[in-house]
């Protein structure tokens, strides 16, 4: 069975700067790579997705995210952070059967002005 | 396009009641269907899904149940609630096939307190 682990629980960062969100996934086989975020009190959004080719996968609100299987990881990027970017972020792992994804437990972003 | 909708979107229940939560799909059809459990400041804890009308799996124990009565219809439901029954209750769909590969879509959420 896959697994998804979010080593960071909560990041502070400025606006503007850059971010770095960790993602690292156990399976066996070629995963499918998701990230979304929640706002608060919201459901969740998609970012991104990765099923094959290319590794750096492009989403949606300036961020992008890159498959590195060497290191089973899939960290969300984003080079300049607005304050509405203050959210929490999932990663998840989805194998080619069976009827379930796998959640990361969660970054909390927060952004200071 | 596809819209899931979700209510209500807040409920404040005494112990011991029952619950009906509702989630309702358009735009698509035979999709999968799935209700997750937030708790305050924890990650997402699938409970139930559906591959058709009637067809629910559980994934955790607990005094919740789910039903499909129709093909986008997810509803769920306890007899007697819990004050750990609390939290953010969110449902998703997502494309029949490979279910691992095609993304979860998800509904605004429900906001459960149990006093």
């Known amino acids: 069975a896959q697994s998804v682990t979010q080593p960071d629980i909560h990041i502070t960062v400025s606006e503007g700067a850059s971010l770095e969100l960790r993602c690292n996934y156990s399976?066996?086989?070629?995963?499918?790579l998701f990230w979304y975020v929640q706002s608060p009190g919201q459901g969740l959004q998609l970012l991104l997705k990765?099923?094959?080719?290319?590794?750096l996968v492009q989403g949606i609100k300036g961020f992008e995210a890159e498959f590195k299987r060497s290191q089973s990881s899939f960290n969300l990027r984003k080079p300049s952070v607005h304050w509405s970017d203050a959210a929490e972020y999932f990663c998840?792992?989805?194998?080619?059967?069976?009827?379930?994804?796998?959640f990361g437990p969660g970054t909390r972003l927060s952004v200071l002005p | 396009s596809q819209t899931i909708h979700q209510w209500p979107a807040t409920l404040v229940q005494p112990v011991g009641s029952p619950l009906s939560l509702e989630c309702t799909v358009e735009?698509?059809?035979?999709?999968?269907l799935y209700w997750y459990r937030q708790a305050a400041g924890r990650g997402l804890q699938l409970l139930f899904y559906?591959?058709?009308?009637?067809?629910i799996s559980s994934e955790v124990p607990q005094n919740l149940s789910a039903s499909r009565p129709q093909d986008r219809q997810f509803i769920l439901s306890s007899k007697k609630l819990l004050l750990s029954d609390s939290g953010f209750y969110l449902c998703?769909?997502?494309?029949?096939?490979?279910?691992?590969?095609?993304?979860?879509?998800f509904g605004p959420g429900t906001r459960l307190t149990v006093l």
């Open positions: 998703a769909w997502n494309l029949r096939g490979m279910p691992g590969r095609n993304e979860q879509f």
């Open positions: 990765y099923f094959s080719g290319d590794t």
């Open positions: 559906s591959v058709g009308i009637g067809q």
């Open positions: 998840a792992v989805g194998a080619g059967y069976g009827q379930n994804f796998v």
């Open positions: 735009g698509t059809s035979n999709p999968n």
């Open positions: 399976y066996g086989a070629t995963p499918y």
